[in-house]
């Protein structure tokens, strides 16, 4: 089922695969990294070059026709990468997601894919990512004719370094770590009837007890339990399904590191199984989609399998808030108000705004975990998406330095997410006439007022909220994501935490 990825120092044409894709710079650097070629494939290249007006541009393609037998492909196609000096690691990992989607087009069940006349640090890793990335797809509930007939089996990996375990190491890295962030998508293309609270717990706990041996454990609060503890936020949000909601806490620490004191940071996610409004119902025209209403959460379980193959040094906590949202004789409703778990109450006014209800006590749970650093990830509004269009994420920080980091990471992780203002003026509009908020503003600036309602359940915890309401879904394959989940978030919560531990926030070091 899963890909084979291999590396090798193989000349490109002579590479062992039925599909062949180079990426190829433009401006100075072209016409030297395409010299072997040249020299090989002579006057085809040339025209198909010609043909396809083909100068390396990003998202031009070429399309070479083999016909020589010298050539182990029967299809070449070279992918413009830009300007070569500007060739990074989100690049390449973009080429091979094209490479992989081009292969699987073609029905070849072998790649292999590369770049000339460029180097990126760690290039190898992150083109094994793109290729796994790239080929996703997700068929659980198709049968006979419906189902890929030849799915892309083998990916070689071209490079120009010396084939070392070093480096084939960092390739099987690469690949875990893209297969981590492929249960993410699994999670959120699940069927709600088959995905529930209690069925992602449970599918929460097999990822840790597979990984026990990486570090991962993980405990479950069921219903009970949560409204024993006074979680009467998800338990309202929870209570009009016939699906019990749940609070599930993963632990990371890596493996072996008993008694070291480390870094500790909690990774939060809102985990709406299914999302209909509740009493404030949705419309009936897209609603399904609604199904990935828990993009945050299995972005939460991706990133916890993901470390449990990266091995960084802290000790990371993967909690998440899960409920269904339903309309029901026990639903609750508009003018309801409850005691939160920290201990405001809330007034509720929409019950379609569920998703900072159930994030509202997730978040006084981490804070209780006594931890340096919170972020939480959510589907949390339209709002979002009306402010930065399907692709980019909003997120916002209650420490300036902290949002400079997260923008750094998502560079780096090569995720579209822009820093939107916690707008102190619209706080008002969280005061309730009897209690102590109100969890929804007006119309204007509703991600900022749901990022403002978060806040209040944070204390002094340096805290980051990331809106991935756009970008969790895509209604077709872009970048190095496929049509439905996505796991947009995770590469760039890998790289943040890179940089909380290699330098830690001022703050927190003492
Ligand atoms: N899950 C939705 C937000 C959402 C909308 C995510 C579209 C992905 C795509 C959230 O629970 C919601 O319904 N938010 C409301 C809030 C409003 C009632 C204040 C919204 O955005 O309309
Ligand atoms: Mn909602
Ligand atoms: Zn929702």
């Not at 006349?117 to 793109?130: C, F, K, M, T």
């Not at 159930?358 to 998406?385: K, R, S, W």
């Amino acid at each position: 089922m899963d890909i084979k990825i291999t590396v090798a120092a193989t000349v490109p044409l002579q590479a062992p695969a039925e599909v062949l894709v180079l990426g190829v710079p433009s401006g100075a650097a072209f016409k030297k990294a395409l010299a072997p070629l040249t020299k090989a494939l002579g006057a085809s290249l040339a025209r198909a070059l010609k043909r396809s007006e083909f100068s390396g541009k990003k998202g031009q393609l070429c399309d070479v026709p083999i016909h020589s037998a010298s050539v182990k492909a029967s299809r070449v196609a070279l992918v413009g990468l830009g300007e070569a000096d500007a060739v990074d690691a989100p690049e390449l990992r973009r080429l091979a997601a094209r490479g992989a989607r081009f292969a699987r087009s073609l029905n070849a069940q072998s790649l292999a894919i590369g770049a000339v006349g460029v180097s990126v640090d760690g290039g190898e890793a992150v083109l094994a990512q793109g290729s796994v990335l790239g080929a996703y797809r997700f068929e659980h509930y198709k049968t006979g004719e419906r189902l890929s007939k030849f799915p892309l089996e083998k990916v070689v990996v071209l490079t120009t370094r010396k084939v070392d375990g070093a480096l084939r190491q960092s390739v099987s890295d690469g690949q875990r770590v893209a297969e981590a962030i492929c249960l993410a998508r699994d999670l959120i293309n699940t069927a709600p009837n088959d995905l529930y609270p209690e069925s992602l717990a449970e599918y929460a706990q097999k990822v840790c007890a597979d990984r026990k041996d990486g570090g991962l454990s993980c405990t479950v609060l069921k219903h009970a339990q949560l409204k024993q503890r006074g979680m009467s936020l998800i338990d309202a949000v929870g209570r009009g399904s016939a699906k019990p909601p749940v609070l599930i806490h993963m632990r990371y620490r890596p493996a072996g590191s008993k008694n070291e004191v480390l870094p500790k940071l909690a990774f939060v996610g809102k985990g709406l199984t299914f999302d209909t409004g509740g009493i404030c119902i949705k419309p009936a025209p897209g609603m399904e989609e609604m199904k990935g209403d828990m993009g945050g959460a299995a972005n939460v379980v991706a990133l916890m399998a993901a470390l449990a193959v990266t091995q960084p040094k802290a000790e990371i906590h993967g909690i998440i808030a899960s409920a269904e949202n339903m309309p029901d004789g026990e639903a609750y409703r508009p003018g309801d108000i409850f005691k939160s778990y920290q201990g405001k109450t809330v007034e509720i006014i929409n019950t379609d705004a569920e998703g900072r209800l159930v994030l509202a006590d997730a978040l006084h749970y981490a804070v209780e975990q006594g931890v340096e650093l919170i972020l939480d990830n959510a589907t949390l509004t339209g709002a979002c998406i009306v402010a930065l269009g399907p692709t980019v994420s909003g997120f916002f920080s209650n420490r300036p330095d902290l949002a400079d980091r997260v923008k750094t990471a998502s560079g780096l992780a090569g995720e579209a997410m822009w820093h939107l203002p916690l707008v102190e003026d619209l706080r008002e509009m969280l005061k309730s006439d009897w209690a102590d908020l109100k969890h929804v503003g007006d119309r204007w600036g509703g991600s900022i007022t749901a990022a403002l309602f978060l806040r209040e359940f944070v204390g002094e915890t340096p805290w980051i909220h990331v809106d991935i309401a756009g970008p969790s879904m895509a209604n077709k394959a872009y970048d190095v994501y496929a049509k439905g989940g996505t796991g947009h978030g995770v590469l760039t919560y890998l790289a943040l935490i890179d940089d909380l531990i290699k330098n830690r926030p001022a703050q927190a070091a003492g």
